[in-house]
């Protein structure tokens, strides 16, 4: 029977950032940490090897990517911009994370696995296809999508991104690509101050959802009742990829809105039930977002669970 694939590497707690920064290697540990105690049987963890170039150029510029291999820190820690640092190790755990997509997203192609989930960082749905930023070098989700297209043959991908932040990378590299539907719910007025609901992409292939500050779970079911699933279901994918990220929890210090645990499994079970009817239950979702250490542990294991069942 196949299974959930949880897709992991060491590599991921080595990109190292400045002290009191919140995208710190403790996200990873905490959940690991929480994995271990909630005895989520049948779960198989698998690595990854790092994604090559021409994985990478599948989202980003020959121009990017060159820029990214010439940095090079050494022991430092070199600032990109105000929030995104990279250290020694920093871009080889970018390649490994886009590595950890792709595989997952070839062993459900070949139906070794049911569906999986890439607990890896740094995070992608902010890089665009010829920008770091938001704490994101490489769009693993956006790779993954073109991957799915231009190499598995599969013509129809959906991804729907509920990280509080906008996915404005994923958004810039999708913008042209009717294949591709991508869905972001997200607080308006946050960094980084896109995902209007007029950007539209250039086939109607992009819908946005900006909430309020204050949104709260209500809200939350009634966008994935009333908007997201029929969206879903009117453009029926043949594969589902999930940005989730869990920092629109009401404990988060990087938003304001008022989401809880359930409202993810909620809106899990929900993308399930949409995959198992369109997309032969084909998911691959990769970890973005989620700052308080607690509460992102707890809503991560909830959304594996809900994958597993």
């Known amino acids: 029977m ?12 080595e990109h190292l950032v400045p002290i009191g920064h919140p995208e710190n290697k403790n996200r990873i540990r905490f959940i690991l940490d929480k994995i271990k105690k909630s005895d989520l049987k049948g779960l198989k963890i698998n690595s990854a090897k790092p994604a090559n170039y021409n994985i990478l150029r599948l989202g980003h510029s020959d121009k990017y990517l060159n820029w990214l291999d010439r940095l090079k820190p050494g022991e430092e820690i070199i600032k990109i911009d105000q929030d995104t640092f990279m250290s020694k190790k920093s871009l080889q755990a970018a390649k490994i994370g886009v590595g950890c997509v792709i595989g997952a997203i070839d062993s459900i192609v070949e139906m070794q696995n049911k569906n999986a989930f890439c607990l890896i960082r740094p995070p992608g749905h902010h890089a665009e296809r010829e920008k770091a930023m938001g704490f994101c070098f490489l769009n693993n989700i956006a790779i ?3 991957y799915l297209k231009e190499i598995k043959q599969i013509d129809k ?9 906008h996915g404005n990378g994923t958004q810039n590299i999708l913008w042209n690509d009717p294949d591709c539907l991508f869905i972001s719910i997200h607080q308006s007025n946050l960094f980084p101050f896109t995902g209007l609901e007029n950007e539209t992409g250039n086939k109607n292939n992009i819908l946005n959802i900006p909430v309020n500050a204050n949104s709260n779970s209500f809200e939350f079911r009634y966008i994935v009742d009333k908007v997201v699933i029929p969206r879903l279901k009117e ?16 404990n988060d210090q990087m938003s304001q809105t008022q989401w809880v645990e359930s409202d993810f499994i909620y809106l899990t079970k929900k993308l399930k039930n949409l995959a ?22 707890s809503c991560c294991v909830s959304h594996i669970k809900s994958l597993m069942e």
Request: proline fraction near 2%; hydrophobic fraction near 40%.
């Open 157 to 165: 991908i959906a991804i729907v991104d509920f990280d509080v932040h």
């Open 235 to 250: 453009f029926q994918p043949k594969f589902l990829l999930i940005s989730a990220g869990f920092d629109g929890e009401k």
């Open 2 to 13: 196949r299974k959930t694939a949880l897709y992991y590497n060491d590599i991921f707690l």
């Open 144 to 146: 993954g999508a073109k």
């Open 276 to 297: 198992k009817k369109y997309c032969d239950n084909r998911i691959v979702s990769c970890l973005e977002g989620g700052y308080h250490l607690e509460k992102l542990a």
